[in-house]
């Protein structure tokens, strides 16, 4: 069973897990990366694949914010697209950046503007969140904590400079992630399986809202999209937030290591019943 993962840690390592057993043949690995390609909303996911297949070509200094290392293409990156028998979709999130049409990812934000550039950058990050234009005075004071912070080891960019500018946040709505989940299908024509973020509890047994809503976004999508979904809140809840999440069950971000199995044999146990029906 040759099988493509398009999302984020939670179906990456479990399929991982389940090649290292001799269970299905993980495709990603012909990305030839250290690292799995990380993927969050539906846009982020599209834009990967046209980006691999060439139909494409995303300008070099906003690759930084979309992709871990910027995503290094080559020829050979199309041939896991073509050679997946099955695709596992992660739709992880509703949320959505993107500058000038192009889809950005929420860590690699963090990671190159908002953790090196200060309180004016975390200003700046607190206003897109609330989808707020922030103004030039405070785009500036960024670039000023930028260049402090790298002691000139870094010149800011076109990239920077456009990213702190223009870059727009909003919640994909279920019929948008639908629409996109349509769109991915036609361009790899391999049976799918979707698989949204995990529900999670807080300590006083409630689940965690936020969560709770893009989880049931996901579905919703995926249910008008006419796609099957297997949803991690039920093996989650089956064997318990405490020995499926890792910290135990404190990140609500991570399967423990020991887990890793248990999640793999379900996303397979899922294709199969799927490749049935």
């Known amino acids: 069973m040759r099988v493509?993962?398009?999302g984020s840690c939670r179906?990456?390592?479990?399929l991982m897990d389940a090649e290292q057993r001799g269970e299905?043949?993980?495709v990603n690995r012909g990305f030839k990366r250290r690292h799995a390609i990380f993927l969050h909303d539906i846009h982020e996911t599209i834009q990967f694949v046209r980006l691999a297949r060439g139909d494409i070509v995303m300008p070099a200094e906003i690759r930084p914010f979309a992709y871990d290392h910027g995503l290094r293409l080559h020829d050979a990156m199309r041939l896991p697209l073509d050679q997946a028998e099955y695709v596992v979709v992660e739709?992880?999130?509703d949320k959505h950046?993107?500058?000038a049409g192009w889809s950005l990812n929420v860590n690699e934000i963090h990671r190159h503007l908002v953790e090196p550039g200060g309180s004016a950058a975390r200003e700046w990050w607190d206003l897109i969140d609330r989808s707020v234009r922030p103004s030039e005075a405070l785009v500036q004071q960024v670039e000023r904590e930028l260049r402090a912070h790298w002691l000139g080891r870094w010149r800011l960019n076109d990239g920077h400079r456009q990213v702190l500018r223009e870059l727009i946040f909003r919640y994909l709505s279920a019929?948008?992630?639908a629409e996109g989940l349509a769109q991915l299908r036609t361009l790899l024509g391999r049976p799918f399986l979707v698989v949204p973020h995990v529900v999670v509890r807080l300590p006083d047994g409630r689940f965690l809202g936020e969560r709770l809503q893009h989880v049931e976004k996901t579905i919703e999508a995926a249910r008008i999209a006419g796609l099957p979904v297997l949803e991690p809140r039920t093996f989650v809840e089956r064997d318990g937030q405490a020995r499926a999440l890792d910290k135990g069950g404190t990140d609500f971000h991570h399967y423990a290591a020991a887990y890793l199995p248990v999640v793999g044999r379900e996303i397979l146990e899922a294709l199969r019943?799927?490749?049935q029906s």
């Open 24 to 26: 299905i043949d993980y």
């Open 273 to 275: 019943r799927n490749r």
């Open 97 to 99: 950046y993107e500058v």
């Open 4 to 6: 493509l993962g398009l």
């Open 11 to 14: 179906i990456h390592e479990p």
């Open 175 to 177: 019929s948008e992630i």
């Open 91 to 93: 739709c992880c999130t």
